[in-house]
């Protein structure tokens, strides 16, 4: 079993940032490919950033410009960069090892 923490939610003012943090249990070597999904109320889960199989980056068109995926492998941590936050960026924001392995989530408001 693979854990993963998350940690950097709360609330921003809209144009702020927020850097969240996920920290897995196993080297990030071992285990399926990290991303970052995200759930807003009323809303279905959606891919908001991830590494490829290939080893790339994919960022929801929504988040493009904006947000920035990054890892530390000898702390087997994924990070999340978010900048420009508005008001369509309040979720709760997972963490997850290829859909399969899910962190608890953390909560990222944006307001005024």
């Known amino acids: 079993q693979v854990r993963l923490t998350e940690r950097g939610g709360g609330l921003v003012e809209p144009g702020g940032s927020l850097r969240l943090s996920c920290e897995a249990s196993a080297s990030l070597h071992s285990i399926y490919s990290m991303a970052w999904y995200r759930q807003a109320p009323g809303k279905a889960r959606e891919l908001v950033a991830e590494y490829t199989n290939a080893g790339g980056l994919n960022y929801a068109d929504a988040v493009k410009g904006r947000f920035a995926l990054s890892r530390d492998l000898t702390k087997n941590t994924v990070y999340l960069q978010m900048n420009n936050l508005n008001s369509e960026d309040t979720a709760v924001y997972y963490c997850?090892?290829?859909?399969?392995?899910w962190g608890q989530g953390t909560q990222v408001t944006v307001s005024s």
């Open positions: 997850t090892s290829g859909a399969y392995w």
